[in-house]
């Protein structure tokens, strides 16, 4: 009985590496273009805020590293 317990553990370790196998081969193209397509809206909304910011302050920007 032992020695059935003993064959049980690489039968499981085969059927894991199965399942790992054909998850990490899925295709995962479709969640690239919405990640991308979210990242270009978020580029097009930082670029708003930004020439929103210069057109309403004349002054000269200041790094972070300027504080005091």
Known sequence: MA???WLLIPL???VG???W????A???TQGDISELAGYA?????MDKADRAHRAGT???AHSGSDAV
């Open 26 to 28: 899925r295709d995962r």
């Open 3 to 5: 020695s059935l317990a």
């Open 12 to 14: 499981f370790a085969a």
């Open 41 to 45: 809206r978020f580029r097009e909304v």
């Open 21 to 24: 196998g054909s998850w990490a």
């Open 17 to 19: 590496a199965a399942i």
């Open 58 to 60: 004349k002054e000269k």
